[in-house]
T-cell receptor, first 114, second 111 residues
Framework: ETGVTQTPRHLVMGMTNKKSLKCEQH?????MYWYKQSAKKPLELMFVYSLEERVENNSVPSRFSPECPNSSHLFLHLHTLQPEDSALYLC?????????????FGPGTRLTVT | GEDVEQSLFLSVREGDSSVINCTYT??????LYWYKQEPGAGLQLLTYIFSNMDMKQDQRLTVLLNKKDKHLSLRIADTQTGDSAIYFCAESFGGYNKLIFGAGTRLAVHP
């Protein structure tokens, strides 16, 4: 596979469930990102990892817990979510941090919280 | 705080030019970007412009930057049906490439 892949592509979960979103990049990049795209708000940056260290936690509730075990994989662990957390969650990666490094996006996971 | 604004919808006839506009608030942005999102897909970087440039052209795409007015535009020449998508303007903020996105402009191309 090439580029940035995300699994699952669709997820429906109850408010008491625990689930995880997975992102994998095959580009040899050092930085990875989680974004939330909801219907009524612009795309929002949630987390940034560089060389497996978190460098940004953009005021995200603790019910979202990221994990970056290595530079190729990024997870978003979800627990006790709310219906307003339903959104498209996009993962991205870039060679390094800095504005001149293009971010490559995955196709996203469409999450529905019931 | 940072803010990026775009009009939400644009409809054009096939073969015409499309112009998508964007305004931003952070004058310290180094790079400004245009992304395209097709249905069911992630974001694809179309082009970007460095803040000390006024214009950048790449095949059918022309980006104009008015830094004084904090206005960015994307012109698509000879618009095709395959250009139908949502176009996001974004500015780069901070040393770790934090992107602030606009809400996106939905471009509809009709025959």
């Amino acid at each position: 596979e090439t580029g940035v892949t995300q699994t699952p592509r669709h997820l429906v979960m109850g408010m008491t469930n625990k689930k995880s979103l997975k992102c994998e990049q095959h580009l040899g990049h050092n930085a990875m990102y989680w974004y939330k795209q909801s219907a009524k708000k612009p795309l929002e940056l949630m987390f940034v990892y560089s060389l497996e260290e978190r460098v940004e936690n953009n005021s995200v509730p603790s019910r979202f817990s990221p994990e970056c075990p290595n530079s190729s994989h990024l997870f978003l662990h979800l627990h006790t979510l709310q219906p307003e957390d339903s959104a498209l969650y996009l993962c991205a990666s870039s060679q390094d941090m800095g504005g001149d490094y293009e971010q490559y996006f995955g196709p996203g996971t469409r999450l529905t919280v019931t | 705080g940072e803010d990026v604004e775009q009009s939400l919808f644009l409809s054009v006839r096939e073969g015409d030019s499309s112009v998508i506009n964007c305004t931003y608030t952070d004058s310290s942005s180094t790079y400004l970007y245009w992304y395209k999102q097709e249905p069911g897909a992630g974001l694809q970087l179309l082009t970007y412009i460095f803040s000390n440039m006024d214009m950048k052209q790449d095949q059918r795409l022309t980006v104009l930057l008015n830094k004084k007015d904090k206005h960015l535009s994307l012109r698509i020449a000879d618009t095709q049906t395959g250009d139908s998508a949502i176009y996001f303007c974004a500015e780069s903020f901070g040393g770790y490439n934090k992107l602030i996105f606009g809400a996106g402009t939905r471009l509809a191309v009709h025959p």
